[in-house]
Structures are given as structure tokens and as C-alpha cells.
């Protein structure tokens, strides 16, 4: 069972664009909600994280807005450059215990 | 200020042979996992640790082995190869998970990959 979902797989944005990924949960008992980059060849490193008592954090360009009563949150890359091209992986942990990881999606971000 | 360690970085391993994975952190971290990347399937959780002497399975622990006898170090072993097991893998640490409160103590750091090919 798959308990976080995350979509889509791929996506293709132009530069200054917005990228948008998504991601549900089913277990209402999770308390962290943190999104990984991870470039080719490397391990993933966070990048920004919510808990379900906030609806939006912002760092920079990006953004975690977050649904708690639907369940979902979504990462908002705004004016996207050819440097945020990587796999994106949202995941989410229940106190006590490791974090659960989405099947990422790869962002590419054509000049 | 190295982090979150692993070797090798690359190995092939013929069906049936057995291998360690090395992997210690330097950052004093009482928690350190082991997940595996598969195409197209996200990051899964082989092992984890919460401590010296302490180790639990995660969600995909068959065919694996884990030991943890220092803080630093935590070895990922396995015993008899398989096409199966061809794939990424990943060590990394944190903290002890902090309430969600305090969220620049949940970040988990991850090392490099280890590539591993079974034919």
C-alpha cells in the first residue's frame, strides 16, 4: 500500500515557469511533510518541509502549500530555471518513526 | 566536514556472492537508515537505527543485513546476491525525529549512492 502518492512522474516546464508536483497522504497521524532534490548522481537533500498546522511555507522560489482536510500538498516552483532540473520527492513521517518517500517526480526545465 | 559517507560507490556482484556496504557519519546522529532507489519507485527503507546495538526492518528488509555496533557506523550486508537487489543505495542519518514543531531537527542527510549491478 502505497501511502504516499505523488504525481506526476515527469514534467516538462519552460524557463520562468511555474512547476507544480503533488502529493497525497492517507495517514492522518503524519506530522512532517518534507520535499527532497536530488540531482543526478548525488543523495537527496531537503529542501523545504511543513507541518500540518501551517497551509503554505515559503523559501525563496519555492513553496509547500498544504491541504491538510484534503489530504494533499504540493510543491510550487516558481520562475523555474534549467538548475531546478533534478527528481523532486515528497515524503511524510508519523512521529517516532522514518520518513515515508513518494516515487519523485524528474523536473527538466528547457532554456 | 564529510557527513554522510558511503563506500563503494560502484560494484558489480555475480549472483549468489555476498557483500558489505559501508556507511558512518560523522555528525553524532543517533538514527541512521538504509533505503534503496529503484527506477521510477521512489526511496525505500531497507534498515534503520535508532541507536548503537539497536536496529529494526524497514519496509523491503529481505535478503539484507544491518549491524550497528558504534554510532558512526552502520554496514549494510548482503549474504547471497540477487538480480533483485540490483539497485541504488542509499545510508543516511539524522537526529532522533523531533516533534513536528522543531523542524530543523527532522532533516534526514543522505550520502552519495552506492551503485550496485548483480549479474
Known amino acids: 500500500q502505497q501511502q504516499v502518492k505523488q504525481s506526476p512522474q515527469s514534467l516538462i516546464v519552460q524557463k520562468g515557469g511555474i512547476s507544480i508536483i503533488n502529493c497525497a497522504y492517507e495517514?492522518?497521524?503524519?506530522?512532517?511533510f518534507p520535499w527532497y532534490q536530488q540531482f543526478p548522481g548525488k543523495g537527496p537533500a531537503l529542501l523545504i518541509a511543513?507541518?500540518?498546522?501551517?497551509s503554505e511555507k515559503k523559501e525563496g522560489r519555492f513553496t509547500i502549500s498544504f491541504n491538510k482536510s484534503a489530504k494533499q500538498f504540493s510543491l510550487h516552483i516558481m520562475d523555474s530555471q534549467p538548475g531546478d532540473s533534478a527528481t523532486y520527492f515528497c515524503?511524510?513521517?508519523?512521529?517516532?518513526?522514518?520518513?515515508?518517500f513518494g516515487k519523485g517526480t524528474t523536473l527538466s526545465v528547457s532554456s | 566536514n564529510a557527513g554522510v559517507t558511503q563506500t563503494p560507490k560502484f560494484r558489480i556482484l555475480k549472483i549468489g556472492q555476498s557483500m558489505t556496504l559501508q556507511c558512518t557519519q560523522d555528525?553524532?546522529?543517533?538514527?541512521m537508515y538504509w533505503y534503496r532507489q529503484d527506477p521510477g519507485m521512489g526511496l525505500k527503507l531497507i534498515y534503520y537505527?535508532?541507536?548503537?546495538?539497536?536496529?529494526d526492518k524497514g519496509e523491503v528488509p529481505n535478503g539484507y543485513n544491518v549491524s550497528r555496533s558504534t554510532t558512526e557506523d552502520f554496514p549494510l550486508r548482503l549474504e547471497l546476491a540477487a538480480p533483485s537487489q540490483t539497485s541504488v543505495y542509499f545510508c543516511?542519518?539524522?537526529?532522533?525525529?523531533?516533534?513536528?514543531?522543531?523542524?530543523?531537527?527532522?532533516?534526514?542527510?543522505f550520502g552519495e549512492g552506492s551503485w550496485l549491478t548483480v549479474v
Open positions: 515524503a511524510a513521517r508519523q512521529a517516532g518513526t522514518a520518513l515515508i
Open positions: 537505527s535508532v541507536g548503537a546495538g539497536i536496529t
Open positions: 555528525m553524532n546522529h543517533n538514527y
Open positions: 511543513i507541518r500540518p498546522d501551517v
Open positions: 495517514n492522518t497521524a503524519f506530522d512532517y
Open positions: 543516511a542519518s539524522s537526529y532522533s525525529p523531533q516533534p513536528a514543531g522543531a523542524l530543523s531537527g527532522n532533516t534526514i542527510y
